[in-house]
């Protein structure tokens, strides 16, 4: 049975490219269905991949190939959770070293210009014990690209 809610994510002409390097790189992924367009399209022609089912650590996605006229934007991404540095830096690696550019507070984007955001649980305990210990790691964090779990444990110690 398919979900209710599927992520409809728009690529120029790259959706099933983008997958199947989600689906190498995080767990809990996998390409499904590709669906050729049965006709021409403004983005492309008969036969050419036109949509791509998906899912990213467990999350149903769906990549449409509708052209160059809308772009990502950071207003959506997706976070992955780590729970250690080395997965911190596996994943932000991959995402960078495949064509993708850095951003501040454990934001990069892929080679598509989708928005992630590499999250080490140790961030989010420290910023949800509030207070002093937040207030810490937040300087701590809008100081790094990729977040560095010591320096953010170092920060929560004071």
């Not at 997958?19 to 590709?34: H, L, Q």
């Not at 990502?72 to 911190?88: K, R």
Request: charged letters at 25%; proline letters at 3%.
């Amino acid at each position: 049975m398919k979900n209710k809610n599927t992520l409809c994510l728009w690529y120029d002409q790259d959706a099933e490219e983008a997958a199947n390097f989600y689906a190498r790189t995080f767990p809990d992924s996998a390409v499904g269905a590709v669906h050729r367009a049965p006709s021409d399209f403004p983005g492309g022609k008969a036969g050419q991949v036109l949509t791509v089912e998906f899912t990213v650590c467990g999350i149903s996605c769906m990549g449409l190939n509708g052209g160059p006229i809308f772009k990502h934007s950071e207003a959506f991404s997706f976070q992955i959770a780590t729970d250690d540095q080395a997965e911190t830096d596996r994943y932000w690696d991959a995402i960078v070293g495949n064509g993708g550019v850095e951003s501040a507070c454990g934001w990069c984007k892929d080679k598509w210009g989708l928005s992630w955001q590499i999250t080490p649980r140790a961030l989010t305990d420290a910023m949800s014990q509030g207070g002093d210990v937040a207030q810490r790691a937040f300087r701590a964090m809008m100081e790094m690209r990729k977040i560095d779990i010591a320096k953010i444990e170092a920060a929560v110690r004071g």
